[in-house]
Structures are given as structure tokens and as C-alpha cells.
């Protein structure tokens, strides 16, 4: 893997968004469209998209973008206007992105996980002018009279069990010149998770895209005969840029699974020759489970990024057992960075285990009070986050855009620390963080300790309301058999951790814990859980 320090790729400061100065690379393409048109001129006979029976060279999924272009233009669509895809992973996902780029229009992926009203408050909040769905999910669409701004309700055919393609539905015209874009224009919207209220649309613009496309490229040294497995969804930022956009760049191969199953991802990977993928640490995790995971001939994968969550440092050790040549990367990031901050070189995993890693070319990470003054290295605060990739705002939604980015610089709300060496550290998000009596306690610590027990699956630690100490430390965990009890789960804590920060009560899960479409924890139902679980004790008590 490059080190991340000294980019091959030349960079030069530039002035961006008014008021920004951030580092660039000098050489890259202007636009998405570009991105797509340059991976065609360079490979145009290599393979671009595999899915089931569907395998696309470069050069037809140009031509096949094309169509979708076209199609989108005789309904009205033109450069500015917002297309929304309620598509899983499929390859008429790819197409549509890169369909509405040609035409300079703002594609809003949707997650196909979500319902009526969440549809409903996307569509209006960002005025899509039409609608492109799977067609078993169109009973989920709302009422037309609910949408008023949607002219068009565009239903693919569906998929069958090998992944066919039809993309006639889409376009049969001839396709129109490129639109001509800006880079500072707004590409795609993707709509944060909203754990704090609305979802927000943040606007990932032609220029971070393109830039995080090639950090991808650059820090992992991926080229044409790279071949990457889109396990996670491709309407989230990860599926978007480390898979859709970084294979686009080095003109590699995208493998799109359409759903993850630890097995099927195996077959997969051994099946397509996989070099390349990036997934949560929960999926490792299930891969390794797999009774038959040494049948499996995953010889070519040098590259496994993960992120999202602490990979656990026995299931690094099995990895490395098991697939010597494998490079185990930490990646930290979030939709309004566009993915990457930061990356760990794996020749540092080992020694920095806890960190995610050192800033990626173009990105600059600092720590700050509560002031917004920078702390000291080593000293904990919040981690805010400048460079190319930081997207320009949050769509018509100004307000939101001033209350998290300052001078460029978004705020993260994770709380963190720089060490000497400049490895970033992310110690837990500011609204998880737990005040005990004082005492502040990061849950992803105790988390930690708790990923080490060999009979934890996964777990996830949250605070318990406390009329004495303001908050308790409360843990959830789901065990690998049922013998497993709150108490030896509290005596192994105790051992490793300081005494106010052992979970003072432990809840036992059989079922998996919630996550959501990106497969990260939503700690807002445990919370919940907790409190109704409390409640109801108080009633019986009474």
C-alpha cells in the first residue's frame, strides 16, 4: 500500500467553494461523466460490471450509461435536476448514477430499506423530478399527490435469480452530448442517517468524488486488474465511492453482490478472483464463521478494508492466519468527507491497533474544544475535518451547512485524539460519550474490551439513566451460546477496565443487534430498549 504521506500524484493548494484553500491533485478528471469516459478510453475490452450472467466491458457500460442518459432526457431530465434510485445492488444502479451524470442532473440514491414516510420526506426534500425503482418495491412509494414535484415513476423489470439485465425500460434513444459541468457542482445527494432529526441531503460534488476516487487508487495502489466486491450497499458512501468510483478510476472490475451472505460472498470472491473489497468488521466476522471459509481458493485478495466500527484483534489474528497475503486496512470516513479521512498502512496495524490510521493526501484532521480551539497532540476533543473530499453543504438547508462546517473544516462529532506520530484515535461520537458522576466513559473502550471475550459475538454499550450519577454504563451483548451471563460478562470487564467504567447491568441478546442499511449499529433503538425495558420494571415494581 502507498504511504499515505507522499502521494505519487502530484498536488498543489487551490481555492474551492468561495472560501476554501484545500490540497488537490493536480491531474484528474473534471467530472463523474470524465471518470467513466477515461476508464473506457484506457480499458475499453477490460471488464467494468459483473453481476450474476451480466458482465459489462468499459466500453459498453459508456454506451450503456448512455442509454440511460438518453432515456432520462426525452422525460425532461436536464442538467441540475435530481434523480432519485431506489435500486439495490444492481447493475442498473451504476448506470443511473453515471446515466444521470452525463446529463450534469444530481443522482439521490434511496436505501431500499426504507419506508413510505422516509421516501416521501427524500423525494420532497431534494425535488426529484423522477424516480427510478425495483419494482418489488414500488408498494412502498407514496401517494403521487404526496410528491408533487415527481413527474416520472421510472419501474425496472426485475432481476432474476442470476442477475439479468434489461435495460430497454430505461433508454432506446441515441445518447446526448455530455452535459458540461463544474467540479464544484453538486453530483450525487446522499442523505445522512438522520439519528438527530431530518435526514440531511449532503451534496457530494464532481470534485470530491473524483478526488476520493483517486485516494482510493493512490493509498491502496489499485489498477486495472483490480477486481473489487461491492458487499456493502452501493447507495451508501462506501458502495458509492470505495467500490463504484475507485473501480471507475483504476478502470478495474466491479462485482456487485446483491445482498451480503457470509457464504455467498466467499463463493464470490473465490468464484471472480476478488483483490479488493471494503466491509464492516461484523461481515469478517461472519466469513470467518463459516465452517468450510478454508475451501475457499481467496488467493488473489490483497485488500480488505474495513470501517464502521473497532475490527477486533482476534479476528485480525484469524485473518492473518488464515490469508497471509492479505492486507488489513482501517479506513474512518463519513458521507460528508466522502468517504476516506484517514487510512491505516498495514505495516502499522499492528503497533496501532486502536488508531484508524494517519490522514489520507489532500485531508487535514484536527482536535478541538468545545471553543473550537485546537488542543494539544494527545489531548481528547472533537475531530473536525478539511480537504477536497468535505463535501460543500447540506442541500437547501443552510443553516445545517454553518452549524457543521467552519472555514472548511467539517465537524465530525466524534471524539478523538492525534497522537506524536499523527495517528488519529477515535475514541466514541460526542452524544455516546457517558458522564458518570463525572467520570467520562467512551463506550467504543469498553466496547472494545468486550470484542475480546471469546464468547461475545458483538456487543454495544450505551448509557442507563441514573437519578443519583446522571448515567450508568449498560451493555448489550450477544453471546455465541446461551451459558454466557451477566456476571461473568461484568467479571471480565473488571479485570481490564477502571472501576467506574465495568457495566453496571447487561443485557443478554438472542437476536442480532439493530443496524441499519449500512450496516452500522443504531444505538437510538437500544437507548429506547433500555428505557421502555426500565419503565416497565418501575410498573411491576409498583
Known amino acids: 500500500m502507498t504511504w499515505l504521506s507522499n502521494p505519487p500524484t502530484a498536488m498543489r493548494l487551490e481555492a474551492h467553494y468561495g472560501d476554501r484553500v484545500v490540497p488537490c491533485f493536480i491531474e484528474r478528471p473534471g467530472s463523474l461523466h470524465v471518470l467513466l469516459a477515461d476508464a473506457a478510453r484506457r480499458n475499453p475490452e477490460g471488464e467494468a460490471l459483473v453481476c450474476g450472467r451480466v458482465r459489462l466491458t468499459w466500453d459498453e457500460a459508456l454506451v450503456r450509461a448512455g442509454q440511460v442518459a438518453a432515456g432520462l432526457a426525452s422525460r ?37 430499506r426504507q419506508q413510505t414516510p422516509e421516501i416521501a420526506y427524500v423525494l420532497n426534500d431534494c425535488g426529484a423530478r423522477i424516480l427510478i425503482c425495483e419494482p418489488d418495491l414500488v408498494e412502498r412509494l407514496p401517494p403521487a399527490a404526496d410528491t408533487p414535484a415527481l413527474e416520472h415513476r421510472l419501474v425496472l423489470p426485475p432481476a432474476d435469480e442470476e442477475g439479468g439485465l434489461d435495460q430497454h425500460s430505461v433508454a432506446e434513444e441515441a445518447a446526448p452530448p455530455p452535459a458540461v459541468v463544474g467540479e464544484e457542482d453538486t453530483a450525487c445527494l446522499l442523505y445522512t442517517s438522520g439519528t438527530t432529526g431530518r435526514p440531511k441531503g449532503a451534496m457530494l460534488t464532481h470534485l470530491n468524488i473524483v478526488h476520493s476516487a483517486m485516494v482510493y487508487e493512490t493509498c491502496m495502489g489499485l489498477t486495472c486488474r483490480d477486481r473489487s466486491v461491492a458487499a456493502v450497499p ?62 475457499y481458493d481467496l488467493s488473489a485478495w ?59 493526501p489532500g485531508a487535514t484532521v484536527i482536535v478541538v474544544d468545545e ?41 465530525s462529532g466524534d471524539v478523538g485524539s492525534i497522537d506524536e506520530q499523527g495517528f488519529i484515535r477515535i475514541l466514541d461520537r460526542k452524544k455516546d460519550m457517558i458522564n458518570r458522576g463525572g467520570h467520562k466513559i467512551y463506550t467504543a473502550e469498553v466496547e472494545s474490551v468486550l470484542a475480546a471475550h471469546e464468547e461475545i459475538v458483538e456487543s454495544a454499550v450505551v448509557a442507563k439513566p441514573c437519578p443519583v450519577l446522571g448515567e450508568r454504563v449498560h451493555a448489550f451483548v450477544v453471546p455465541r451460546t446461551r451459558t454466557l451471563t451477566e456476571e461473568a460478562v461484568r467479571a471480565f470487564c473488571a479485570e481490564r477496565l477502571s472501576d467506574y467504567k465495568v457495566p453496571e447491568s447487561v443485557t443478554i441478546c438472542l437476536e442480532p443487534l439493530p443496524r441499519n442499511a449500512n450496516g452500522k449499529l443504531v444505538k437510538r433503538a437500544l437507548r429506547e430498549a433500555l428505557l421502555s425495558s426500565s419503565a416497565t420494571a418501575r410498573g411491576e415494581a409498583a
Not at 435530481?82 to 444530481?106: C, D, Q, T
Not at 470516513?333 to 498502512?345: F, H, K, N, R, V
Open 76 to 112: 425532461g431530465v436536464g442538467q441540475g435536476d435530481r434523480v432519485a434510485l431506489l435500486i439495490g445492488n444492481r447493475v442498473e444502479f451504476v448506470l443511473a448514477v453515471f446515466g444521470a451524470a452525463w446529463l450534469g442532473a444530481i443522482a439521490v440514491p434511496l436505501s431500499i
Open 302 to 360: 490483497r485488500i480488505g478494508a474495513y470501517g464502521g466500527a473497532p475490527m477486533p484483534a482476534a479476528t485480525i489474528e484469524r485473518l492473518a492466519a488464515k490469508l497471509p497475503g492479505l492486507q488489513l486496512v482501517n479506513a474512518y470516513g463519513a458521507t460528508e468527507t466522502t468517504s476516506p479521512t484517514t487510512l491505516m498502512p498495514p505495516i502499522d496495524s499492528a503497533s496501532h491497533r486502536d488508531s484508524v490510521g494517519k490522514p489520507v
Open 371 to 411: 471553543a473550537g480551539r485546537e488542543l494539544p497532540r494527545g489531548e481528547i476533543g472533537e475531530i473536525w475535518i478539511h480537504g477536497p473530499s468535505v463535501v460543500r453543504g447540506y442541500w437547501n438547508n443552510p443553516a445545517a451547512s454553518a452549524e457543521n462546517i467552519t472555514g472548511g473544516y467539517w465537524h
Open 234 to 295: 452501493l447507495a451508501h458512501v462506501t458502495g458509492l465511492i470505495a467500490n463504484v468510483a475507485a473501480m471507475a478510476r483504476c478502470a478495474g472490475t466491479l462485482i456487485i453482490l446483491p445482498s451480503f451472505k457470509a457464504a455467498d460472498f466467499l463463493r464470490l470472491a473465490a468464484q471472480e478472483r476478488m483483490t479488493h473489497t471494503v466491509i464492516v468488521p461484523a461481515m469478517y466476522n461472519l466469513c470467518l464463521l463459516q465452517p468450510d471459509f478454508e475451501a
